[in-house]
């Protein structure tokens, strides 16, 4: 996973919308969108509630990290 996939799944973990995740990273939302989707075929998840659960489990995300 690149760095910025590893900002946008932070975000994500925070429940951050693609839209505010678009305007807190400075890019587009579908650019956001874009690299949700690799993130969820990269892990293998269906959605991005499981994304954050892996996310978490894994030690990818840490709370309050």
Do not use: F, W
Request: aromatic residues 2%; glycine residues 8%.
């Amino acid at each position: 996973m690149t760095a910025r996939e590893r900002e946008v799944l932070a975000s994500v973990a925070t429940g951050s919308s693609n839209a505010e995740i678009a305007e807190a990273l400075r890019m587009s939302p579908l650019t956001v969108k874009t690299h949700v989707s690799r993130i969820i075929t990269k892990l293998g998840v269906r959605d991005r509630t499981q994304l954050v659960v892996l996310a978490y489990e894994s030690g990818l995300i840490t709370p309050g990290g």
